[in-house]
């Protein structure tokens, strides 16, 4: 079982930076592959970014560049660093986790409650 509260959401500034913290709970953290996906209103749930043992997937299109996904350890804890915001950035963003390496959101079996993030043009 792992249990994800997300944190650092808030209201933004085009051009601005901002970032996510995914806190896990459970020993067994090292062995899920760790997601941000992110659910803007009216559309279905995206993938962002993805990491595991070191390894990053290729990052969404529209986040390439911009977006930067890291772990620590030692804190069970997932980041998503997001620079050069745009309004079109803004949604909830959830913390994920999987037992497979996976871009797709029906792979990943645990959830944050999410985080809201607007940014303003």
């Known amino acids: 079982q792992v249990q994800l509260v997300e944190s650092g959401g808030g209201l933004v500034q085009a051009g601005d930076s901002l970032t996510l913290s995914c806190a896990a709970s459970?020993?067994?953290?090292?062995?899920?592959?760790m997601g941000w996906f992110r659910q803007a209103p009216g559309k279905e749930r995206e993938f962002v970014a993805t990491?595991?043992?070191?390894?990053?997937?290729p990052y969404a299109d529209s986040v390439k560049g911009r977006f930067t996904i890291s772990r620590d350890y030692a804190k069970n804890t997932v980041y998503l660093q997001m620079n050069s915001l745009k309004p079109e950035d803004t949604a909830v963003y959830y913390c994920?986790?999987?037992?497979?390496?996976?871009?797709?959101?029906?792979?990943?079996?645990?959830w944050g409650q999410g985080t809201q993030v607007t940014v303003s043009s």
């Open positions: 994920a986790a999987a037992g497979i390496f996976s871009t797709r959101k029906d792979d990943y079996g645990y």
């Open positions: 459970g020993r067994t953290f090292s062995r899920y592959a």
């Open positions: 990491l595991w043992k070191g390894a990053s997937a």
